[in-house]
């Protein structure tokens, strides 16, 4: 299966941990004594090789290829746009290509549940939604084009797989590796056999939990048992009293039963099978469930299990076996003794679980709730069940466990044994809570595990449950009474179901849609753009939605990435070696164990280092390995090369390096304010003003203080940091094959490190499997490793960093904190503003002071605020160095002044978009730093937006809802944007393009812009085509390389197709204007015939193009200047729903409108849109770093850093571009569009608060309050304050209505 074996490289490894869903192929297996083939979604990284045995994998190859027929799925993926980057558009197609091989009609929610195990930056509702739907307008593509499904295309499942299974009597399978042994027995009795003779041995079957501990955790298994072919394990039997599943059924077997028995038993009896329902569902994603066995889920114990505490709190019966002895015990044995290690012995095993059947006057529910809403570990989960006395209210039984609380599994049993014999009422709702919050401790907060959050869910749950089993309850109490057997219940005096039922439909109605989780539809979206005009020649692609000019290959895996480049003869690998203190002088490093592994070649040190090893940008170095000392937890401080990846990561964690600590360790911006007289600064500091602000802010009716604190966020694009460095062997010349958006200053860097001219280093970059500002200085640090590595061994040196190093090691967004102090009139006019930002720069420099500017130049957003002073500062700390990122300071600065805004909207009680309308640039006017602008089309954008959102309307219809739902909140915002286009200077955006043209009439285009997902080669193609006046299938786009462009300007800030495509332009203009003599004589010939006619004429048919930048400039000295060329607007509607008890929340709804001047590519621009919004969701909202107070990044890969997924996309979503709007500034009017819709991601975050603010309006609580971002539903939970986080905090703010159950 390995890439390098078989050279199969479509399936791609983007965490290795099962979280990203990247690595998707298809398992297929024939059971016999059915004849049945199993078709199932898998994550490769975690399938071990040798459970294989007898399987059948397909890969994206498998399901289709450009060199034979493409399928369907990756047919319409494609050509529906569904693929930007493409890094993980294999894994979509091939959970797909699964569904509908078992499914050839799926349900909505079928399809969902396929995708739900997706990630990606790029992810984008239309493109990887819609392709799969059927019947869905959109305009952006013709199904007509569509070819039908070709049966004969579909592999069929191995015949020779198929007589094996036939005819050959199951055996015993032994695997020996170099390190480690494989056993799958077949009977149960040889798997207690072995179990007794290795009892620390374990078991894997789906090894979702063995495997991450083996690859993460360091944990290695000499000897691994595999007991997934034993019968016995494998039961599904039905009894009287409920259900026996064997311990090896995967959790989606086990979802289908249940699901089939709930429709098979009368609902009475199926009470536990719901609850456990209710968590599979969201329980990992389905490569995780279709392999994730009941067994292991129960036996691996982890707190974080969703089944244990349903099973548990349900009375599940174990039954387990060990050599001689066979056993039951109830699974709440299992935590009886509050850690969780009671009972089981190493060498039994579990053989299957008993799940009972409900009983009359019985209830059972089960809780989660999870960073993000699925396939994410909970923060703390529950089930829980009530048995009545027959035909009363009184608790006969009573059982509540909690997961994700502590580190295992706890049950509230004190809790519960008080509470029997007691009335379901507030009186028992009331202790309980107190009882339970005495009965589970939590540890302290030291490490910022959410404590007071887990502890308010813990409540909050039992209150869910107290509701739900009421609501119940009372629906059979009405039954009751209308059949007239009401004499025969008997209710508590104060009993809530003590009167007349009719008088008690059941919970209050506003208490009712709590009970209701949210649950995941599939988006509906809208995309709306100007059509071309009707004159425009047919052959002529600008403006027209061109498939990205890599799709097919996108779908079918052939797009090659670095990693995917074929060895080089006498290749090695390299593993880094990173610093794990924060700030510490380097006293020795040991590397004589590391040097004697298996396979090692050499470890290379700063010493091996020929020149440059420190870069000197700013006055504070970027450093390649560290030499005397580190400055942050992951700085490079050596590497180890080895013949493998394998042996390199072995290697490289036996390397020992004694540290001195030094002081002091500064961490967050917070401790910096604090800490101004460390002096910890990147110079310069930087601020802008205009009018008179002090003044002004005497004349003001009002004045506003407060502070917003922003989180950082990682860039997470899917392809991490690659590079291959192959010495050439003469004259030092030397190829980097590199993931990165700026060729040159990898070839810049890698040569001064080397020492060796530039023109000896050649950069080439196909692709990027995704970047956003990630790619570039970082980048060029790692090229070095590399090329260091490979000089000194003369070897070529491949580089791939793992998900959890390219995190540790090379920072992101920058974490930023913003003060400010508003001064503005009762009629809602702001007068003054003085803002300071503080920003987490890191331990470098990079780019953190631009990013400052930047964050100052765009900090008035939409507005005209004719008194305005803003500085900001770049804080050097001892964090791994940020980076530029998508937006580069504006996402952050303008979410504080858009907080502001709502600061000044509570104080005037005017609504937030009425300050917005107030205060927004109306006429030609000129920014704080004295440039022009015309902010026309922002006003039409957000006139458009209100409208298309039909805002007003909405907006009633949401307070509407606010009053008749207590629990549930829903809450609306719209935001304007304005996003200047520049870079600040001309030679930053200076750009060349290289254009041949071959004797057969075949165009080769190259220039210096990067594909990182963004579509450029694309556009840069519809230019070619329209200026040569050839199609595109003519030309062709093979690589960006230093060799055939020179010096070009990195890919960042929306600008690659601007000045790319000028430079591409130019140069076919060039190249017309020597064919124009030639197309003259001879206008009705042929392009090949004039290309032949030139080349016979001696007429050269290669012409360079370039385009020297836009004339921008800034000074900072007198705070003027024009630092951008154009502006782009927009506006953005959201709306939210939340649910107060655990401050979960769904996306509703989301009305982009955008001015993008004319799009050279509504397709690619649409899906850029979408899916920069979608990451500005994650950003404000959900995406959380969290450090350990050693500086350490405890956040390292999908399972704990949590981006958007299907679930986070708003079920409607719609992006209309602004029509008739024109840019005279850009290539064909058209505007950069890469960040801009990053920001509207922020409209979620205010309309979460305003459903915030309903809450607190609702329970009399203080309208001013701070929201920082992201926005996670912890602190949406901490902020609809009630008895709950009251009964937690102990303290704060009374909730005025207390909590009330009852409809008295
Ligand atoms: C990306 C990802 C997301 C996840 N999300 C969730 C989630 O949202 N909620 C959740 O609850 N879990 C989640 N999990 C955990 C997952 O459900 C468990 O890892 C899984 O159920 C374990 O089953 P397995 O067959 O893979 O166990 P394995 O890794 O094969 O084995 C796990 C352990 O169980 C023991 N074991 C297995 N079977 C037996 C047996 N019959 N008798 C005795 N011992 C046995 C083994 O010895 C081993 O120690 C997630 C895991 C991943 C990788
Ligand atoms: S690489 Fe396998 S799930 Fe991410």
Redesign the pocket.
């Known amino acids: 299966m390995t890439a390098f074996s078989v050279r199969l490289t479509g399936t791609k490894y983007g965490c290795g941990?099962?979280?990203c869903g990247a690595c998707t192929v298809m398992i297929s297996t024939y059971e016999p004594t059915s004849k049945k083939i199993r078709h199932y979604s898998a994550n490769a990284c975690?399938l071990p090789i040798c459970s294989l045995y007898g399987a059948a994998v397909t890969t994206v190859e498998g399901v289709g290829s450009t060199k034979t027929r493409i399928h369907p799925v990756q047919e319409r993926l494609a050509k529906c746009h569904g693929s930007q980057c493409g890094f993980c558009s294999p894994g979509m197609v091939m959970s797909i290509y699964t569904l509908l091989r078992n499914n050839p009609e799926p349900t909505s929610e079928q399809m969902i549940a396929a995708l739900a195990g997706k990630y990606c930056h790029f992810l984008i509702c239309r493109c990887v939604l819609k392709p799969f739907s059927s019947g869905t307008l959109c305009i952006l593509f013709s199904t007509d084009e569509f070819q039908p499904l070709d049966p004969t295309q579909e592999l069929i499942f191995p015949p020779e797989l198929m007589r094996m299974a036939e005819n050959q009597p199951k055996r015993t399978l032994v695997f020996c590796g170099e390190r480690m042994t494989w056993i799958s027995p077949v009977s149960l009795d040889e798997l207690l056999d072995l179990k007794a003779a290795h009892p620390k041995a374990?078991?894997?079957?789906?090894?979702?939990?063995?495997?991450?501990e083996m690859k993460f955790r360091g944990v290695f298994h000499p000897i691994v048992i595999a007991?997934a072919r034993i019968l016995d394990?494998n039961v599904v039997t039905h009894m009287d009293d409920g259900l026996t599943l064997g311990?090896?059924c995967s959790?989606s077997l086990v979802k289908d039963i249940l699901t089939n028995a709930i429709s098979e038993f009368p609902e009475e009896k199926t009470k536990v099978f719901c609850a456990v329902l209710q968590q599979l569902r969201t329980?990992?994603g389905e490569q995780?469930r279709n392999?994730?066995?009941l067994?292991?889920?129960i036996?691996?114990r982890k707190s974080?299990?969703?089944?244990n505490p349903v099973l548990a709190a349900s009375n599940c019966v174990l039954n387990l076996a060990s050599k001689g002895r066979k056993r039951q015990i109830p699974l709440s044995d299992i935590f009886a003794d509050g850690v969780g290690n009671n009972t089981i012995t190493s060498e039994e095993?579990?053989v299957s679980v008993h799940i009972p059947h409900s009983r009359k006057g019985e209830y059972v529910s089960a809780f989660r709730q999870a960073p993000r809403r699925e396939?994410?570990?909970?923060i703390t989960n529950a089930g829980m069940r009530v048995l009545f006395e027959d035909g009363t209210d009184i608790i006969k039984d009573l059982s509540i466990f909690y997961g994700g609380a502590i580190s295992t599994t706890i049950c509230a049993k004190q809790t519960c044994w008080t509470l029997i014999g007691r009335h379901w009422n507030e009186q028992m709702l009331d202790e309980a809570c107190r009882l339970l919050l005495q009965e589970i401790a939590l540890p302290g907060s030291a490490s910022g595990e959410k404590v007071d959050y887990k502890k308010t869910l813990i409540v909050s749950f039992f209150y869910r449950f107290f509701l739900e089993v009421l609501h119940l309850f009372l629906m059979i109490l009405v039954v009751s009474f209308f059949n007239w057997n009401i004499q025969n219940l008997s209710f508590s005096n104060n009993s809530l179901l003590f009167q007349d039922p009719c008088h008690y439909p059941g919970v209050p109605m506003e208490y009712r849609s709590v009970l209701q989780d949210f649950q995941t539809k599939m988006p509906q979206s809208i995309q709306i753009y100007q059509d071309i005009d009707p004159s425009q020649s047919p052959q002529d692609p600008v403006g027209r939605p061109i498939m990205h000019q890599s799709g097919i290959m996108h779908a079918t895996g052939e797009a090659v990435y670095v990693d995917d480049l074929p060895s080089v003869d006498g290749e090695l690998f390299l593993a880094v070696v990173t610093s794990s203190r924060a700030h510490a002088k380097i006293v020795s490093i040991d590397t004589s164990e590391a040097l004697q592994g298996p396979g090692v070649f050499d470890i290379i040190t700063a010493h091996d280092v020929p020149a440059t090893n420190e870069f000197y940008y700013s006055d504070d170095p970027e450093i390649i390995f560290a030499r005397n000392k580190v400055i942050c937890v992951g700085q490079i401080v050596c590497a180890v090369v080895a013949d493998s990846d394998v042996h390199a990561k072995q290697a490289a964690a036996k390397v020992k390096i004694e540290y001195e600590v030094l002081e002091p360790v500064i961490l967050t911006i917070e401790v910096q304010i604090e800490a101004i007289k460390h002096n910890s600064f990147f110079e310069p500091k930087r601020k802008l003003e205009q009018g008179n602000v002090d003044q002004a802010f005497e004349t003001v009716d009002n004045i506003i203080e407060g502070e917003i604190h922003i989180g950082g966020q990682e860039h997470f694009y899917m392809e991490t940091q690659s590079v291959l460095a192959v010495p050439k062997g003469e004259d030092k010349e030397m190829d980097v094959y590199v993931s990165t958006q700026h060729p040159a200053i990898i070839q810049e860097m890698v040569a001064a490190s080397l020492g060796v001219p530039a023109n000896r280093i050649m950069c080439h970059v196909k692709r990027v499997g995704g970047a956003f500002g990630g790619k570039l200085l970082k980048t060029g640090l790692l090229a070095s490793v590399a090329a260091v590595a490979a000089n000194k061994t003369s070897r070529a040196v491949r580089l791939i960093l793992s998900r959890g190093d390219d995190m540790l090691i090379t920072g992101g967004r920058h974490p930023f904190i913003g003060k400010y102090k508003v001064g503005f009139m009762n009629d809602g006019r702001i007068r003054a503003v003085d803002t300071k930002y503080y920003i987490n720069a890191g331990c470098t420099p990079d780019e953190s002071i631009l990013v400052a500017e930047v964050s100052l130049l765009k900090m008035d957003n939409a507005y005209k605020i004719p008194n305005l002073r803003c500085w900001a500062c770049a804080c050097k700390t001892n964090l791994p160095s940020n980076a530029a990122f998508r937006g580069f300071g504006f996402p952050q600065s303008a979410l504080v002044t858009e907080t502001w805004i709502t600061g000044v909207a509570d104080k005037t009680g005017l609504s937030p978009e009425k300050i917005r309308e107030i205060n927004m640039y109306k006429e030609n006017a000129q920014t704080h730093f004295k440039q022009k602008l015309d902010p026309q089309n922002l006003i039409r954008c957000w006139n458009e937006c209100m409208e298309k959102s039909a805002y007003y309307s909405r907006k009633t219809a949401v307070i509407e809802f606010n009053k008749q739902n207590y629990w549930k909140k829903k809450g609306i915002a719209i935001v304007p944007m304005k996003f200047p286009f520049g870079l600040g200077t001309r030679y930053l955006s200076q750009a060349a393009a290289l254009v041949h043209i071959y004797t057969d009439g075949s165009v080769l285009l190259t220039h210096g812009g990067i594909e990182m997902g963004q579509g450029i080669h694309t556009k840069m193609i519809q230019v070619a085509s329209r200026e040569l006046n050839i199609p595109m299938s003519r030309i062709h786009f093979c690589e960006t390389s230093t060799r055939t462009v020179p010096n070009a300007c990195a890919s960042v800030g929306s600008a690659g197709t601007d000045v790319n495509g000028m430079a591409v332009k130019d140069a076919c203009q060039t190249l017309l204007k020597r064919l124009q003599p030639i197309i003259n004589k001879n206008p009705k010939g042929t392009w090949n015939d004039w290309i032949k006619e030139a080349f016979e004429q001696s007429v050269s048919l290669s012409a360079t193009g370039y385009f020297r930048g836009y004339d921008e400039n800034m000074d900072w000295e007198k705070g003027e200047g024009q630092p951008f060329t154009y502006f782009l607007y927009g506006a953005a509607c959201s709306e939210v729903e939340i649910n107060c008890l655990t401050g979960d929340h769904k996306n509703l709804r989301t009305d982009i409108v955008m001015d993008i001047g004319c799009s050279i590519n509504p397709a690619v621009d649409i899906g850029q849109i979408e899916g920069a919004f979608v990451q500005g969701i994650g950003l404000y909202t959900m995406e959380e770093l969290k450090y350990s107070p050693e500086g350490v990044l405890c956040t390292r890969g999908p399972?704990q850093y949590k981006i958007p997924a299907v679930c986070d996309i708003p079920e409607q979503f719609s992006v209309s571009l602004l029509s008739s709007s024109q840019n005279p500034y850009a290539i064909y009017a058209s505007k950069g569009i890469g960040e801009a819709g990053l920001f509207l991601g922020c409209s979620v975050f205010f309309a979460l608060r305003d459903a915030v603010t309903s809450v607190r309006n609702e329970r009399g609580l203080k309208n001013t309050f701070s929201l920082n971002s992201p926005l996670t539903a912890e602190q949406i939970r901490a902020s609809c304050a009630d008895d709950f986080t009251e009964m937690v905090i102990g303290i704060g703010e009374r909730c005025l209505k207390h909590i009330k159950v009852n409809i008295l």
């Open positions: 941990g099962g979280g975690l374990p078991l894997v079957v789906g090894n979702t939990s063995v495997g991450p007991p394990l311990a090896a959790l329980l990992g995780i392999v994730a066995s067994g292991g889920n036996i691996s974080t299990s969703d089944l095993i579990l396939n994410a570990l909970p399972d």
